[in-house]
């Protein structure tokens, strides 16, 4: 798939767990950095999780011991598994790609070419 297309997301209670799926095409995933990023409802877009060509990640320091980002090349499958839920983890959850890798993957906006349309994770008290 030439556009990221994300899948996964749901409503869940405080404390539980997601994973989060994206396939995209085989041009703008193998080789290339691949990420989330999530939006709240009046907030900016912030990346979460990246992951480059050779297994480099990087993650916001908020969810780092919570959130896992792993990917299955020979699927074009980048997966987001999410323990411990919490609310101010409600948003949109967008899948990035096409992203340069030069030894390390970024987390900005910027860095990135294509993205999903997302998918709502919305977490209850």
């Known amino acids: 798939q030439v556009q990221p297309v994300e899948s996964g997301g749901g409503s869940v209670q405080a404390g539980r767990s997601l994973r989060l799926s994206c396939t995209a095409s085989r041009d703008i995933f193998n080789d290339h950095c691949v990420g989330w990023f999530r939006q709240a409802p009046g907030k900016d877009r912030e990346g979460i999780a990246v992951i480059g060509s050779e297994g480099y990640t990087d993650y916001k320091d908020s969810v780092e011991d919570r959130f896992t980002i792993s990917k299955d090349v020979a699927k074009n499958e980048l997966y987001l598994d999410m323990k411990s839920l919490r609310p101010e983890d409600s948003a949109t959850y967008f899948c990035?790609?096409?992203?340069?890798?030069?030894?390390?993957?970024?987390?900005?906006?910027?860095?990135?070419?294509?993205w999903g349309q997302g998918t709502q994770v919305t977490v209850s008290s």
């Open positions: 990035a790609a096409g992203g340069v890798d030069r030894w390390i993957c970024g987390r900005q906006i910027s860095d990135y070419t294509f």
